[in-house]
């Protein structure tokens, strides 16, 4: 399991989180802010959190050594 915090900046930034997240459908990405916990893979449930501020998200699945070098940009 992996688990770091990211920074998600506005609409375009969600947008773009969540087409990462669709390269990788067998990994199972959480974010968790606050008392919410959210399926990375939904544009409609990242779009309902705070997104000025960090969001801890958590992975698990194959390939995940690929995905966090593609979540770098993303990442606190």
Do not use: C, Q, W
């Amino acid at each position: 399991m992996y688990s770091t915090e990211i920074n998600i900046n506005g609409i375009n930034g969600a947008r773009e989180f969540v087409a990462l997240t669709a390269n990788y459908p067998k990994i199972k990405i959480t974010l968790n802010h606050n008392e919410y916990e959210i399926d990375a893979h939904s544009i409609i449930g990242i779009l309902s959190l705070d997104l000025s501020k960090p969001i801890a998200l958590e992975a698990d699945g194959p390939d995940l050594d690929t995905f966090i070098e593609a979540l770098k940009p993303f990442t606190v």
